[in-house]
Every structure is written in structure tokens, then in C-alpha cells.
């Protein structure tokens, strides 16, 4: 009995009902031959894309960074002795600010800070999101609609908003910052496991696995969540990104890291005075700010064409 | 239809109560007494006392809720702590900019997104197609403020062409001149916005340009420019329209940081204040309002995609995705 | 068009048999290096690339005449829909194609050429010289367009129609393809129809745009056997109607069998056989060509047995 | 075990129930069970109704017995997949009851559940969606036999050893991932998953409809052949009647929700009585015939 | 009107009698009235502009009389007598009258009133209007500041019905608009008593960020800036000559106020150690370049107690390290540092934590919310030593107040500010309060770590506008627009 071989045959002839296939069991029909139909750049892209690369080597060098800042910054952070506003040069690399402290130092204390918030909102949005998602992927009919249009509203909600209340309640920090930035992102994660749960649930292979006596919460593990990961990864690295720039954005209006913490968001606030006299400090935290998400995004895009490599760039 | 839009309409309904209760006790659970701010650093404990019973955020929960009820069902949104003057007027005098600002950026922003998400898409594997995408992702990264600082720095304190911020006081009674003052913080609204949407446009174009109807149509001998605009933008629209909704509502409410930066009178900067002073009527007047704004956001968003999408009609919840 | 408008209710494909007999008669040409002058298509050396170099069709070559049909088989994955496409010039992005593809661009006009045409050019040749129904209904056609708005759409570009006569145009062309209750498919959505009522205005459509030549792409598989007998006897019948050419795609060889009088068999992208039905079922030389038919007997012995 | 009874031993009228049959008042009984006694699984004038939808079932009786193999055909949307997920126990019947080993199928009755589902099998129609793409074939054929408490191993249990080769795979697909593997091949693998706890009866839906012709025939070839060696039950869902044929000595034909003729498949499909049945026979494509005219 | 004091500002030549003046400000009031929670901004904008008082103060620090003509005091002290001008009438159009002034300072001693000022007029006993153009006040106890607090009571309409967005007050402009969160529009009243403003027209531009505000200031869409809080910015305006850049005096002071009850700062080497290991002109210098002044106490230039006290505890490292160790903290201490999280405060926490690892003080800085900071340090205090601005002048007789928040008790120090309020003559209370400003520097009661500029940057067509602002008010009536 010799059977086509799996090169051969990757495409099903489907002779009954269309069966809309889906996201994860898409996943690796298409891995036998490495490409996606419709889309030229799909093709294009090898199993290791240059996107992942590109955006490991900037999220990379600011987590050199912070890891670095932890052993060793240029001076201390609270520092003053450097003289107001010195430019670029020696021995002060990219100046100083207005109270004398080191630029670069401060840039680097503020890698730790991006990522620590980043880390932090991710952690709680995930935590919370993916339980909360699950439980509505699993929920039948009024429950389910119930929880995705409340899901549906929470999202409108912009995550700045919930933290302004936070911070109302909590006086600015960067765990409340940090805290504020998870929950918001709880919505986000949540829908996106709800759908994917529900995608998951519709295939064959959940059917076959009760029928086959699998308790519910054996089919989550063995199933559900192993199938919906790379989906997962690719967002929450997204939602990283998007975590990072409201940290900025809750320091740059005065809510988030307080002071002594060299946040990027609170250097541009600080420096927007300066913006012709000292254009570094505008300029140079605002850059690394764009390389961290870039690069974040990249990651997640270089993470769907590896994990995911059927589904089309959606977002 | 009918049945399906009733049926929103009561969801529209309970979900408005629900974020109220919800809004009431959040902003109850605070820690921080409102009247601490009412008064210099030179005041008594008497004239605390005074102007807690004056707000009445001496009375017990359940009595401010009703009474807060009672005034929103006479569309009386309290007044403030801090300024003891009417909420809810300032909040529509605020909304003057506020949404004229949305709305423009919103509209210059899908002008924006959609045809070059559709090049992006269309013409992905040449360079420039690239380069949309790589620019876009670019955009995405680039936060609010440092677009609008860029522009100020070069717009207004450069070339001197338009006002850094602040909003004529008469408002839209010289429209030129108010539009004028919003040209920048639309544009920096806009750019954001349009880097995020150009990225969904691509998306749904990338999914409508690999689909069998569109095959179809031109099998038969549609042109591809025919295809496209007879079938194309509509199966487009779908997925965009349900994204478009949620960033317009975030626009809307998150405009905070771009109304602090140009100094516009807006709902975002009002809220700001309030939350930093404690003044629980006006927050709450403000996210009750933008939470209704919302709701009615989604609930056209909803309306306007079951218009498109025939297959979505009487189906309660679930977008495009 | 004459013909077109004269024709009434169409002859419904139940007598398949006879019909076949007497088209096997006034055979078009077979599958061959030399095409008599009313070939509809040509094909010549077809091959296909992926934008990485890989063949997925390879030095294919056959023609069809005008009337005369021509079956294409192969399991799946062996370049079938692939081939279907190039002749329209309608692969997907990314893959090229070289070799030959002639269409007949009017009566008698000097064919032309689809590999390397313009996209202007092919806008031209599609729906006239040639259109095609897909294999699956559902996505075929727009979700969010009525059917009324999706069968105008060829009607008023081919024929130029307007108003009150392109709606008569498009009730009747649903009828055409014995639509029952042509006002509510008319007014309803894709998805509100059944999967064989979606086929049918598939069809509808093609056939309003009256090609030379028909391609069909698995127009059955998706469907039931019930519906799938029904329509391909319609497709049999208006195809016969309108003296097109048709070209059949299907993995199933009783199927095209059904539908056409010459097969070329298809194996990982390239011809292993071709000749009339009769000779590809009766003497397969090709064991992969073998192999199918006697699948496809093995199958059908079991029923046999019992229906007779 | 292993001893199918033939089904031409039965006189083809005799064995037929008709449409009205099922229509009769009152619970109706197993409709002529052949002499192989009492059935495994069977539904007593279940009808169901999906939420908020209107019924798609309606007294449906039925009985799959040892040894006689059940083919359930009927056209698109006939509701031949609601009949077999009643039978599975994944949904509860609106109206009547499911029978296990002629006791009321009770699906929160765990020690019930357990010999039920080790007893009863499935395969399902799209071999893509049916294996779950992040496991080795390896962990998908014994996770029956993980979770029935049968065995702790992923992959070294000689149950699955055997289960992949009865299917005619090789030793080592268990340690590779279902992408690499081709329909007819996954459809494989997805039969030794159904038979590797060795149930009784094995519920099938189009569990062949998605494969080319050459490959249908050899997975037909290997159910019948595990009908005769395992002394398998199958009950099967398919609108391809020569598969029926070929595979199912009982055959019942579905339409809009009710059975409209069960009995013999020679009787049902060589003689039919109602017009749905014949249209379906006559419907089926066939190929000129071997001998030239 | 009252004449014009700004002397620093050259009037020029020709000017436009019917100019707007663009003011930028970052004080919005929260309503249009004083004793209702008005708060910074409506004294800005209205005070002196729209309302007046019986008297006034002058950008300077002088008391002036304003609205009342003339006024004698009791031999004993305890009764004024205010003779009111003639032909005031308030922007409605009605005339003033003692009723009206009656009227207004018991708004401001009312019990719901919600002024700052309230408690200086605990003394009042009684109000008497003996006739239309005369009220007499009888108080309780003496005291010399009566009339200087007067100067804070504006004089409205007693019949006037919505003060909270509307005015009516005697002033040189009235009310033209009020957009919130936007503007506040005054126009030149025709019906004013005195000499009538010298502009047509004055727009208060509100904007919640320095920025921002210089931005406005640099693109023409104000003409002043009434107070620049971004002396980063300042630069740019400086070299500009388009701009010019006033420096002035204000009267608030940053202080590191120590909590003078609890331990470490108990102890007076500790708090004269910790201000002499701060380098404040660094700190100033570092915040605000080269303006601001340090006073080294409690007192701003305006007051007349004032006396340059920067001498008594001095920047010198070895002598903080010697007060410590005579204090027992050779190796230093900890402490946590409570610090209002709206700049400067988060700056100079920095900025002290950095000096104090010098002499082997550890800080921890503690950011809070402005409530926390009322709650915790204020009213209950709760704290060790916290950063605190106090914007208003004359404020040193707190330290006579031993239950205030820095729990400051020199029995001496009491006594002498209880004196000098009842001192007969100015000189005297003069006297006794700089006996008290030194006191409190020698025992460091706090650190007076600077003196905030008062910077005015306008446009160099601009002349006439005050440069002091003394507690914020804004005088706009006397500038001139070329
Ligand atoms: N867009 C594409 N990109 C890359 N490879 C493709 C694409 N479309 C099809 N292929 C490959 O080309 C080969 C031929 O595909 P084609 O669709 O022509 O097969 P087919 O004979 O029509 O099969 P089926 O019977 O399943 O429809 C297959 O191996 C398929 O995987
Ligand atoms: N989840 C569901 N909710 C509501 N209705 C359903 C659902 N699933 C199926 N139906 C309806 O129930 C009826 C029977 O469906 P079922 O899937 O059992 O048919 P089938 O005979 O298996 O068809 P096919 O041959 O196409 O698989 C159909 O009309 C179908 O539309
Ligand atoms: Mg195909
Ligand atoms: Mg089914």
C-alpha cells in the first residue's frame, strides 16, 4: 500500500461541506512546503526571517543595556556634579541635564525601566487575560456574549485613561504605572484568547479528544494551550511594545516613574524646555524609545512567520 | 434586523448602568479626601467639615449613588468639588473640541490609511510596498508626543505657519481660526492613528486580493480596478470597521496627552485635572460621558458592520474576527 | 446571441448518454502537437514556476476546438487548478508561467497570446474567450453582494444591459440554470442559498458572459451526489446548448467521464496520458493512470453488486 | 468475534422498516435487530434541536449491533453528524434516549463514561483538523489510552506500536509530527487513535470523503480489514454509497432529520422504496463500463 | 485709578489705547470667586483688574488706600473707621455703599467661606455702616496687620447673584467671557472711577504646561507671561531680542521643613548641619539658572522684616560634618524624605539626596500626592522631614504657631509674633518680627533652601506690567501696548 507522499498531497480535496479551517490547524499544513498562497512576501520569507533577526539585534542592545546598567552606569544617577546642560563630549558622552546628571547614565537606568514596565504589564495582562479568555472561550451563548462585548467595551477604554485613575488612587509609581498599564491590557489579551480558544475548540481533533475520555481541563493543557501559543507569543510581544510606550506616555505627563527614576517618557518631558538649547535629550531618549518597540514589533512579526507561518500579517 | 437592533439598544442600555455603578465605586474606593483640595494649606478642620457636607461626600454610599442616579436621570451630571460650578456644561463646552478633534483626525487618518494600506498590500513585495510597511511600523513605535513636539518645533516655532496649541476663545464662532489651532495636534493624531490603521488596511487588503471572489469577478472578466471597487472595499471594510470603532473611541478618550501637549481645552485635559484634584463629579461626569461615547461608538460600529456584513446580521456579539 | 435568446428551457441533462455519443462523433481535436483552425485554447509547453524556481506544471500541452471538451484529471496537489488559472492568466502572485497559452480571441481572429499578456490585454480575453467556475461556492462569490448584483455584473459588461432589461436579464439567467424561486435568490445573500444553489449561480454567471470556452474547475466536488448529478447535467446541457468549449477539472474520473470526451491525465504537474474517455478507462497504458481507474472500479464493484 | 454476519443472508424485504415506522406512536423498538441480540448503542426516538434553532432531528431510531455495521447516508444538512454526536455523547438528546449496552447513556455517570468511551470510537472527516498539529503521533494515538487510565507512556506503549502498524504505518511515525504525513496517511493515523484502546464500535463521519480516489480505496480496505481482524462495528456517515457498499452491512438513509428507510444495505440500496433513496443511486457517477460497446 | 508702580518697566512713547494684551498663565481659577475655591487664578486675573479692595497692595509690598478715601483707628486700637470714595460704581451700575463693604468682608468671615484669609479676621467683633459712605469695624483684639488684610477682601455688589461666573466689582475692567479650561476675556470698563486702564482689552490664555506656554509666548499668541515656570525655556527668550526677561521678587520660598518633634531633627545641630551641607545656590542655580534669591529664612525682600540671613547657616561641608558629629551622627543617619510629586519638589529631593550622601545622610525620597501630603504631613504629622512651597507673604508668624505641621515650639518665638500683631506702630512690629526671623534661622527651624524668581518674559512692545506679583495678583490695567 503505498501512499502519496506528504509532498504530494498538502492540499486536501474537500468534497463535503467547506470546512473553513482555521488559524492553528492551518499552521502546519502549509509548513510541508513552507509557504503561504496568496501572499509573495510570505513566500519569500525563509524559516528564519530577517524580521526576528533585525529585531532581536535592537531589543537585544537595550537589554544589553539595562543589564549593563545594573552593574555599571558612567556615574551615579543621582549624580549632580556634572554642570547644567554640558553638550555632548568629555566626559559627560551625551551631556548632562539640567541638574547636572549624566544623560547616559539616566538613558541607561531608563532601559531598566522600559523593560521592567514592559515585563511587569505583559506578566499581569497575561496572567489575567489568558484566564479570562479561556473561561469566555469555554462560555456558552448569553455568557460568551455577555463577556465579549464587555470585552468589546473594555477595549475602547484607552489605557492611559485606567491609569490616570490609578494613579489618582495610588500616587505615581512605577507599579502602579506598571499595574495600571497590565490591567488595560487585560482586555486586549483576553478577547484575542477567547477567539483563538473558540477557533480551537470548532476543530476535529478537540472533538476526537473527548470522545476519546479526555477530561476538560486535560484537553486545555494538552490542547487548547499548546495551540494557541504562538498565536499568543506574537501579541503579547506586540502588547509589550504598546506597554512600553504608555509607560513613556504616563511619565511624560507626570504620572509614572516618579523622579529619581530616569524613565524615557519623564526625560522628554524634562528636556521638551531644552529642545533647541540641548537637543540630546530629546532626541536621544526618543530613539532608543523607537528602536525597544521597533524592535519589539519586529520580533513579533519575525515570531508569526516562524510560529505562525500561515497566518497573514493581521493588526 | 429590527429585533437585532432592539436587542443592541437594551445591551446599549444595561451596559451604560452597569458602567455606572461600575465608575461610582471606583472612583469611591480612591483613597484621597476631595475636600483636601477644596482648600489652601492655611485651612481649618471646620471649614473642612463645612465644604465636605457642602460636596456631600460626607453622606453614605448608597445615598450619593441614588442622589447621583437621580441627577443623571434629570441629565444633571452634579456639580464640581472644586469649582462648585455645573459639570455637565463644561463638559459639553470641552466636547466642542474634543470631538471636532477626533473626528478630523479620524477622517484624515482612514484618508491616510486606507489607500496606502491598500499599495502596502497590493504592491507587498516591491520596494516601496516594503517601505509603507517598514514606515508604518516606524509609526507605530513613535509616541504621541514626540510627533507633536517635532511638529510644533517645526511648524510653529520655525516656520511660524501655524499656532503651537490653545484653542480661540470664542470656539467655532471663527471657524477658520479654530480650525487653524487644531491643524497640528489633527495631524499628529492622525499620523499615530494612521500608522496602526495603514497596518489592519494592509491586512484585510492582503485577504481580499488572495480570495476566490475576487478571482472570480475578474475570471469574468472585471478589470482588476472594477473588482476591487465592487467587491473589494466592501469585504475590506469588514474587518477595518470594527477596528476603526475601537480607535476611534480610544482617540476620543485618549486624547489626553495630545490635548496636554498643544494646550487645547479638551475633555482628555479636563479629566486630567480632575483625576489630580479628586473632584469625583467631574471625573465622573467625564467618564460617563466618554463611556456612553464609547458604547455609542461600538453600537454604530456594530450597526454599520451588520450593514456590510449581511452574514453578521442577528448575531449578538462577535466582530469580524 | 441569437442563439442565446432563442433558447428556451434547455434541455435538462438527463439523456447524458446520448449526447455524448454524438459529440464523440464530431470530436475536436485531440490533445496533439497539430490544432485544427477552430481551436478554442492551445496550450503548449505550460509550465509553472514558483518565484523560488520549484515546477509545480510542467511542458504541458493540449489543445481544445471549439464545442468539443476536454477533461482534466489528477489527484490532488498535481497542478490541475494551477493550470486552469494560467490560462488565465490569473496565477497566484509569486508563480510564473512559460511555455504557450493561446486563446482564440474572436471568431475566427488569429488567437492570442495569455503568457506575458498585459494585464489590460487579459481584462480583454477573460469572461469572452474564456471564463471558469470554482470549485468552491461559498468563497466564489461575494458574501456581501446580493446575487441579483453579482449576476448583473457580467450581463451588463458583456451585453451592455440596463435597467428593467438587465433584471429580466439576470431572472432569466438564473433560470437558465433552473434556479427554483429565481425573485428570492435573486434577492438573497450567498450565504443564504444551499452550496448547490451557490454552483448553479456560478454558472449562471459564466455563462452570461457566453466564452468560448468554459473551464471548470471542480465545480462538483462540494456538493452532494444528488445535486452534483444535477448539475452537471446542466452543465452538459448548456454547454451543448451553446456550442462552448469545456474544459473539466476533476480528481474524479467518473466524473469527468460524465462530461467530457478526452482526458489528459495529470501526475505530479506533467501529461502521463491522454486519449478519449473511453480508451483512458477501457486501456489504461500508464500504470498511474491504471491505477486510477481501477480505484475508482474497486469502489464502485461494491455498489454494483447490489444496484446492478 | 470475528464473524460478520453477511448481510446477503438476509432476505432483502424482510428486512426493511419503512418511513412510517418510525412515525408510530410510542417508543419504537430496535427496529428488526438481526439475530446478533441486544445492541451496543442505540438511540430511541431521539430527536434534537441545536439551541435556539428549530429541530433537526426527529425520532430518530436506531441500533448498531456486533458485527453489523451501520452506513447512515442522506444529503448535505440531513443531520447525519447531529445523529453520530448523540451517539458519541457529546450532546444530550432533546427528546428521547441514547442507550449504551442497553442502559441509558448517563454522561455524568463517570464509571459508565469510562466503559463508553472505551467502547466507542471515532473518526472524523477532514484528516487536517482532526489531528492536533502540536503533538507527536505518538501522543495523539495514546491519548485514549492515557486518558481511560490505560497506560502513562506517550509513545513507548507497545498498544501504540501496534495500532500504528495495524494501520500499515510505520514504527517510527510515532515520534513525527501529523504535518509531515499526507491525508490518506493522517486519515491513518486518526483510525489507529479510534482503535488503539480496541473499542467495540467505531463511529465514523465521511471518514473517507476527503481523499483522492486511489487513497479512499485503501482506507476502505483497511476499516474492512480491521472489521475482520478486530471484529470491529462501524457506523458510518457518508453520502458516498459505494463506500456504504462496500463497508456496512445495515444501511439507514437520513432526510431532513428523520429516517426515512433502514434495514439491509443490499435491500436498501438494491431495492429502494422511498424516492429520496433511489434518486441517490441513481445519482451516483459511474464509469463506462470496462468492456468496450 | 491708583497710580501706576511699575517703575522697572519703561513706558514708551506712543501706545495703543485699544490694544488686547495676551496674557499666558498656567493658574486657571476654578471659579470666579474668592471666598468660593476661585483658588490662584482668580486672584490673578480679577484682583486689582476687576475687584478692588478698601485697600490695596502695591507690586512692591506698599499698602495703599483704594477704595476707601481715608480711615482713622481708635486710641485703643480696637476700632476702624472707613471713610468710603465717592463716585464708585460697580460694573452692574449700581452704587457702592458701606453695605457693600459690610457685605464683603462677611463673606469672607463666613462660615462656609472657603479663603485663605479667613483666620486673620477671627478678631472682627463687629461691623457697623453708620451711613452710606462709612463703615466702621470694631475688633476683638488689636492688631496691626487689620488693614494690610484688607487689602485681600474685594469689595463686591452686595445685591450681585452669581459670583461663582459672573463678577460685579468696581474695578477697571469687567468681565467680557470666561471659557473654561481656555480664557478669560476682560474688558475696559467705561463707567471705572479712577484713570481708566490703558488697554482696550486683556485675554488671560490658560495652558497646564510651561511649554506649551512658551510656545504660545514665542508664536505671538500672548504678549506676557505673567509668571515662567520653565526657567530652562528662558534662554531662548533672552537672546531674543523681541522678548524681554524680568526678574522680580515673589514670595514663595522652597523649604526642606524638618519636623521639629521628632527625632533626628529634634536636635538643633542636626537641622543647622543638614543646611549647611546643602548647597542651595547650586540647587537654585541647577533649577532655575541664574535666577531666584536665597534668604536664608522665612522672610522675601517685599516683607518689611526682611533681612539677608544666608550667613547664618552657610554652605560649608566640614561644619555640618562638625554640628553632626557634636550631634552624636558622626556616621550620619537615615531618613525618608516626603515629597509632593509635582515639580520642583521631585528636582530638589534629587538634588538634596545627592548633597546629603556627601556628609553620610542617607535619603529615601517618599514621593505623595498633593492629598497625601495634606493628610499625612499636614494634618497629622506624620512625617520626618518633607519639601514644601509657601507661596504666601508675611507667612513667618507660623513659626509662632507651635501646633503647625513643622512642630517648630521656641516659647520666645510665640510670644514675639503674639506682640508684634499687637503693636502699636509698624516700626514695632517690624522690630519684634526680624528678632523673630533670626531666631528661627539660628535654630534652622527649617531649610529656606531659595527664594523663587517672579519672571515675567513679554514682548518688548509691551510696557507696564508688574513685575512682582506679589500672592499672584496680576495688575493689567497700566500696560501699554506699542
Ligand atoms: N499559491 C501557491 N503557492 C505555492 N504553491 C502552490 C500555490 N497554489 C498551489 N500550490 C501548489 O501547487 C501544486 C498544484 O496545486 P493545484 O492547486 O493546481 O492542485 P490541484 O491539482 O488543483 O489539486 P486539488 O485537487 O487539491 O485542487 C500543489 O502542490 C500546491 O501545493
Ligand atoms: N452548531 C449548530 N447550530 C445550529 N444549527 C446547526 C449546528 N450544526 C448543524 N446545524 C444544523 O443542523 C442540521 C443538520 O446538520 P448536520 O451537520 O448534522 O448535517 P449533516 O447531515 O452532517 O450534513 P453534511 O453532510 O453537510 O455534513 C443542518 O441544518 C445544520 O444547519
Ligand atoms: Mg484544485
Ligand atoms: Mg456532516
Redesign the pocket.
Known sequence: MSEPTAMESTKPTRL??PTKLSGPAKTDRDTGTGKEPGTAAGASRGRRSPALVAGCVLVGLIVAIALVSLFWVPYAPDDTSGGRLVPPGLPHLLGTDKLGRDLLTQLMTGARIALEAGLGAIAIGAALGVCAGLAAGFATRWLDDTLSTLLDVLIAFPTLLLAMLMVAARSASLGTAVLAIGFAMTAVIARLTRILVKRVLALDYITAARTSGTSWPRVITGHVLPNIWPTLVVNLAQQFGLAVMAEASLSFLGLGAPPPNASWGRMLHEAQATVFTAPTGVVAPGVLLVMLVVGVNLIADGLRDTLDPTRRRTR | MISYLLRRLAFLAGSLFLAGVVIFLLLRTLPGDPANSLLAVGASPEQIAAARHEIGSDRPLPEQFVTWLHQLATFDLGNSFISTLPVGPEITSRLDVTVPLTLLSFVLAVLIAVPVGFVAAHRSATWYGTLISGISQLGIAVPVFWIGMILITVFALQLGVLPAGGFPQDGWAEPGEALTSLALPVITVALVMSASLIRYVRSAALDVLGSDYLRTARALGSSFGRAMWRHGLRNGAVPVVSVLAIELATTLLGAVVVETVFALPGLGSMLAQAVAQHDYPTVQGVLFVSTFAVLVIGFLGDIAQRLIDPRLRGRLSGGAR | MNEFEKSGPAVPGAKTADAKTSRTVAAGPAPGPAAPAATVLDVRGLTIRTDQGRALVSDLSFSIGAGSRLGLVGESGSGKSLTALAVLGLLPPGMTASGSVVLAAGADGPGAEVVGASEQRLTGLRGRAATIVFQEPLTALDPLMRIGGQVAGPLRRWRGLRGAALRRAVREALEQVRLPEPDRIIRAYPHEISGGQRQRVALAMALACEPALLIADEPTTAL?VTVQSEVLALLDGLVAERHMALLFVSHDLAVVSAVTDHVVVLKDGSAVESGTVDEIVRRPRHPYTRDLVDSARHLESALERIVR | MTNPIRPDSVPPNAARSGLTQSDSAGVPAAVDSPAGGVPVLSARDAGFA????PP??HGISLDITAGHSVGLV????????????LLLGLTRPTSGRILFDGTDLRLRDREQMRRFRRAVQSVF?DPYSSLDPRQRVGGIVSEPLRSLGLTRSRQDDPRVAAALEAVGLPADAAARYPHEFSGGQRQRIAIARATVCEPRILLA??PVSALDVTTRVRIVDLLIELKETRGLTIAM?S?DLSVVAALCERTAV?ER?RIVEQGDTPAVLGTPTHPYTRRLITSVPRLPSAKEV | GSGNDNKSTTPSGSYDKNATIGIGSLYEPQNLDNTGGGGQGVTEALNGNVYEGLFRLTDSGKVEKQLAEDYTVSPDGLTYTFKLRDGVTFHSGKKLTSADVKYSIEKVTAENSQSARKSSFDMIKSIATPDPATVAVTLSSKSISFVYNLSYVWVVNSEAKDLKTTEDGTGPYKLDKWTRGSALSLDRFPGYWGTPATNAKVVFHYYKDATALNNALLTNAVDVVTSEQSPDALDQFASNPAYKVNDGKSTTKLLLAFNDKVKPFDNVKVRKAVSSAIDNKKLLQSVWGDHGTLIGSMVPPTDPWYEDLTKINPYDVTLAKKQLAEAGYAKGFDFTLDTPNYDPHPTAATFIKSELAKVGINVKINIITPDEWYTKVYKNHDFGATLQEHVNDRDIVWYGDPDFYWGYDNKQVTEWVKQAEQSDTTDEQTALLKKVNNQIAEDAASDWLYLYPQIVVASTKLSGYPLNGLNSQFYAYAIKKS
Open positions: 463535503t461541506k | 452532494d | 441545536y439551541r435556539g434553532s433537526v432531528l442522506g444529503e448535505s444538512g440531513a443531520g447525519k453528524t447531529t445523529v453520530l454526536r472527516q463521519d465521511e456517515v453520502h437520513l432529520g
